[in-house]
């Protein structure tokens, strides 16, 4: 399988950083299909977003064609604004190069869950309900909102972060195993939160998007789950 090399650039002299998106990804076969898993470990990290109504995005690698979304798991066992709940909203990205900068847009709005502080990792279906479904090519990643939104990703209810942080990123491989990382990127827009509507655009300060990351990359604590189907 071939692995493609996209960069993320950002302005004012950051460095570009590199985007390593994974054409292809061949673990354990199920009834003739493969399972395939992207993001970073469920174990506790150092701490979780205070922010509300936060926008992240995993940058570490990408779902490989085909993948049927199954299933969002996350681990929140620990709580920095007091909150013992909140909510998740697993968002699908499509993303492409633009001159100096890598572009994030919006494809798939997935179903949101109030989710609860708990020791050990949980998961929520993964189940688009507007927009894209399955990636159509090598360039599509996932992340999610800590926010329930409605048909146009207008934020209805919002809550600090619900999934454990390392800040900065974590080194070693990604959930998906060779050729990726544990790099994740944040929304820095908070007043008002982002509206995740299809088409919504997120990139590297300077890019001509709807909203801007946070610069350096950090890790969550949270996949994706899928079963890519084979011809």
């Not at 003739?32 to 926008?55: K, P």
């Not at 992340?143 to 390392?166: K, W």
């Amino acid at each position: 399988m071939k692995l493609t090399d996209v960069k993320l650039c950002a302005a004012m002299a950051v460095p570009c950083l590199a985007l390593f998106s994974l054409a292809g990804f061949e673990p354990r076969a199920l009834a003739g299909n493969a399972t395939n898993t992207q993001g970073s470990s469920l174990t506790h990290r150092s701490e979780v977003d205070e922010w509300t109504g936060q926008v992240n995005v995993y940058v570490g690698g990408a779902l490989p064609v085909g993948t049927n979304l199954a299933a969002f798991q996350y681990l929140f066992d620990l709580t920095d604004a007091g909150n013992t709940t909140g909510y998740i909203t697993p968002l699908l990205f499509e993303y492409h190069s633009v001159e100096a900068f890598t572009i994030f847009t919006v494809v798939g709005i997935g179903k949101g869950f109030e989710v609860k502080l708990r020791s050990v990792p949980q998961q929520i279906p993964f189940e688009v309900i507007e927009g894209t479904r399955v990636p159509t090519s090598g360039n599509f990643t996932f992340g999610y909102i800590n926010a329930m939104v409605d048909s146009s990703g207008v934020p209805l209810l919002t809550s600090p972060g619900t999934v454990d942080v390392d800040n900065p990123t974590d080194g070693g491989l990604g959930a998906g195993g060779v050729g990726t990382r544990n790099d994740w990127l944040a929304s820095n827009s908070f007043s008002p939160t982002p509206i995740v509507g299809l088409g919504t655009t997120f990139g590297a300060p300077g890019a001509n998007t709807d909203y801007t990351f946070f610069l350096p990359y950090r890790t969550y604590s949270a996949q994706v789950f899928g079963i890519v189907v084979t011809p």
